[in-house]
Structure formats: C-alpha cells, structure tokens
C-alpha cells in the first residue's frame, strides 16, 4: 500500500466512524466477501456497540485485512462506500434566497459544528456583535419588533455544551444575520464567515468604515452614530433593510 492509499484508507476509517451501523459492518462483509474478518474480529463490533476510545483503530485493523485478502478490495470498498453515501442524508435549503437561475450547490459537513435538528425560521434574526454594544442591539431589536420579527444574539441562548455550538445553530436557524463591525471584533469576523458559506444574508453596521475589513468591503454597511439620534436613524434603516427581505406578518380577518 503506497502513501496515497494510506491517505485514502484513513479517510475512509474517519468516514465509516462518523456513519457506520452494524448492519452496515455486514453488509460490506457480504458484498466483499469478507464477513468473516468482521465477525471474527474481537473488537470491532463491541467497540461500536459501546463507544469505545479503540473503535477507530478496530476499523484500521479490519480494513487493512479486508485489503490483504484481496487487493481487488481496495476498489470494492471505495465503490461500496461511494454508492451508500453519495447522496446526502437529508436535503434542506437554508440559505436566505433560492436562486431564480441554476447554480451550483455544494454538499458539506462540519468537522467542528454539529447540524442543527431545528428547523429554518424564517422570521428570525440573528444578531452578531461585541457584547458591550448592547444599544446596538437594542436598535436592531426595535426595528425587528415593529416588523413582527423575532430577534436573538448568542447570549440570549445555552442549549449546546459549547458557545460556538449556540452561536452555529442561530446563524444556521436564521433568516437574515445583522453583523456590527465596530472595533474589529474577531469573532464577529469569524461568525460573519460562517453566515456567508450558509448562504445567509448579512446587514452590515458600523460606527466607522474603517472597521469594515477590505475583503467586506464590497458588501454595503450602514453606519451609525452612537448617540440616541443615531440608533433612533439605525432603526429606521435597518427596517427599510429587512422589509425587502423578510416575511410580511399575515392579518388574520
């Protein structure tokens, strides 16, 4: 097995660990031929059942047998985990606008996030700011307010072990994301990326232009004094904003 191989076994090891049942373990030793080196293996199946730390190496072990008993394997199992998992599990649009004309769509999944059960919300916003902002906040909360929509910022959750997690699952939840850019925060960068690769729709605000970072600079932000004038004038703006973008509240007659 040369270095290239050994780069694809592990990817398949990583794959197998993240989706693999034990019905999945007996299908491939039927289609492969090779039922017996995973029955017969003393700890593969129990170290699935039970979560254990040597689940992973076990998949190392049995597939590098399954690959000595027969080179032609190596393909065999390639194609076998190809045709189970070349479609995605569940198909969902969570990007803020499906285009009119056909684009190109990407299939990922997160290392690092968990995918949301919840469902989209299409009348939620989700706020992306320095905690000491909170007059800014509180603007953008009014303009949500008088347009029947809900408004949320990281904080204002702890549902997942990890803050991240909650800040993830917001953005990924959301209709439209409202970013404040003043003091060049880095998690507000970082936050703001994982808002653009889900497609969503990101309002820039900032106290000053210089805090919008370059490769942003492109996208149109809303600036704003920090005074009572100035989130008053933020309101206004921001509702103008999210009117063209978010679900009008139906009157019931």
């Not at 990583?14 to 090779?34: H, V």
């Not at 017996?36 to 040597?54: K, W, Y």
């Not at 989130?231 to 009157?251: G, I, N, Q, S």
Request: overall charge negative.
């Amino acid at each position: 097995m040369d270095k290239e191989q050994g780069k694809e076994i592990i990817e398949i090891k990583n794959q197998i660990a993240r989706q693999f049942t034990k019905s999945d373990w007996l299908d491939l030793g039927y289609s492969l031929g090779c039922y017996d080196i995973i029955e017969n293996h003393g700890r593969l199946l129990r170290s699935l059942s039970f979560g254990d730390e040597d689940y992973e190496g076990n998949i190392l072990e049995v597939l590098t047998s399954i690959i000595k008993q027969d080179t032609k394997n190596f393909q065999e199992l390639k194609h076998f985990i190809s045709d189970k998992y070349s479609a995605p599990i569940v198909s969902e649009f969570i990007s803020t606008a499906q285009a009119e004309t056909p684009k190109k769509m990407i299939t990922f999944s997160p290392q690092v996030f968990e995918i949301p059960t919840k469902p989209q919300n299409e009348k939620l916003v989700t706020v992306i700011l320095p905690f000491k902002l909170q007059a800014s906040f509180t603007a953008v909360k009014n303009a949500c307010d008088k347009l029947g929509l809900e408004c949320k910022k990281a904080d204002d959750i702890w549902e997942n072990a990890t803050f991240i997690q909650d800040i993830f699952e917001l953005i990924f939840t959301s209709k439209v994301v409202v970013a404040d850019f003043t003091g060049k925060n880095p998690n507000v960068f970082y936050e703001v990326g994982i808002a653009h690769t889900l497609g969503k729709t990101v309002i820039p605000i900032t106290q000053s232009f210089d805090d919008v970072p370059s490769d942003l600079g492109h996208h149109r932000a809303l600036k704003y004094l920090p005074n009572e004038q100035g989130y008053t004038d933020l309101t206004a703006e921001l509702m103008k904003r999210l009117d063209t973008l978010m679900p009008k509240p139906t009157t019931e007659w």
